[in-house]
């Protein structure tokens, strides 16, 4: 992996909320960066402002497809890029799904926040190949129904019959509203899967992450085939730690802090417990 960024350019650019944008990205040069797999991402260089990390929402065989929140000077400089527009990329930084672990396995997909950009690839990646798998449940949370990400793909796999099972929820309804209000750890109780032959993949802020993991174990999955990531990965680049983003503290052994180590990683949340003091993954 090179420390040069690769020069990419924007073949596409859809406003996916009022501040998140999906970009499509393919190179101008000769240049290519190694192949990702689901739960990676690129460090991103907006042109003279700054560097941002962002995992891939879409993995096609040249093109890279990022889905960006506008919540920073670079971020928002990334996300008023339009086609033509340039970037410079490194990667893929971080650990994958591993999803060749969980073949003959029931999938439990769980995404809050920007969670789903990174799950993306996971989910159609099964879907590309049902027959390897057992029933796969993705299930959604999100403030409210404006902030659901690709919602034209996600409200057509809730109202099919399936694959996927999907069943999204907001905190906040909004005129015209029909769906479940709540937790998205609420939407367990409607999903089809059997705890002893079950892959969970859960990603989104530290306190969901954290919720729903306690509430898979609490049903029967083993912890280790519970995957988890925070959805706004850290850089790798000099990182060393930060506050936990639920509880505020800076020393390394929160929840938030397990999980943005060596550049955000995806981990089994066994590894969480193990990492925490005294096991402990609620303070």
């Given at each position: 992996m090179d420390d040069v960024p690769l020069p990419y350019?924007?073949?596409?650019?859809?406003?996916?909320?009022?501040?998140?944008?999906t970009l499509t990205l393919a190179p101008t040069g000769t240049g290519l960066l190694a192949p990702f797999t689901p739960g990676r991402y690129a460090l991103v260089h907006a042109l003279g402002v700054g560097t941002v990390p962002v995992p891939v929402s879409r993995i096609d065989r040249h093109e890279i497809t990022l889905t960006i929140r506008s919540s920073d000077a670079v971020s928002a400089a990334l996300c008023a890029l339009r086609p033509?527009?340039?970037?410079?990329?490194?990667?893929?930084?971080?650990t994958g799904w591993e999803l060749d672990r969980a073949v003959g396995h029931d999938l439990l997909v769980v995404a809050a926040g920007l969670g789903p950009a990174p799950l993306r690839p996971l989910v159609l990646d099964v879907l590309a190949a049902p027959q390897l798998y057992g029933h796969l449940n993705v299930l959604v949370g999100a403030r409210t129904p404006d902030d659901i990400l690709y919602a034209q793909q996600t409200h057509a796999w809730s109202a099919a019959h399936g694959p996927p099972h999907c069943a999204v929820t907001v905190d906040r309804p909004g005129p015209g509203w029909e769906g479940p209000v709540g937790a998205v750890t609420a939407l367990l109780d409607g999903a089809r899967f059997d705890p002893r032959n079950t892959t969970a993949y859960v990603c989104g802020p530290a306190g969901?992450?954290?919720?729903?993991?306690?509430?898979?174990?609490?049903?029967?999955?083993?912890?280790?085939?519970?995957?988890?990531?925070?959805?706004?990965?850290?850089?790798?680049?000099?990182?060393?730690?930060?506050?936990?983003?639920?509880?505020?503290?800076?020393?390394?052994?929160?929840?938030?802090?397990?999980?943005?180590?060596?550049?955000?990683?995806?981990?089994?949340?066994?590894?969480?417990?193990?990492?925490t003091p005294t096991g402990r993954t609620d303070t």
């Open positions: 350019q924007v073949t596409q650019a859809r406003d996916e909320t009022a501040d998140t944008v033509g527009g340039r970037v410079g990329l490194r990667g893929p930084f971080g969901t992450v954290r919720e729903t993991a306690r509430a898979l174990l609490a049903r029967g999955l083993p912890a280790e085939r519970v995957r988890v990531a925070l959805d706004r990965p850290d850089s790798p680049d000099g990182h060393e730690g930060h506050p936990d983003r639920e509880t505020g503290r800076s020393d390394g052994t929160g929840p938030g802090d397990v999980l943005s180590r060596d550049g955000g990683p995806v981990v089994g949340w066994d590894e969480v417990e193990s990492a």
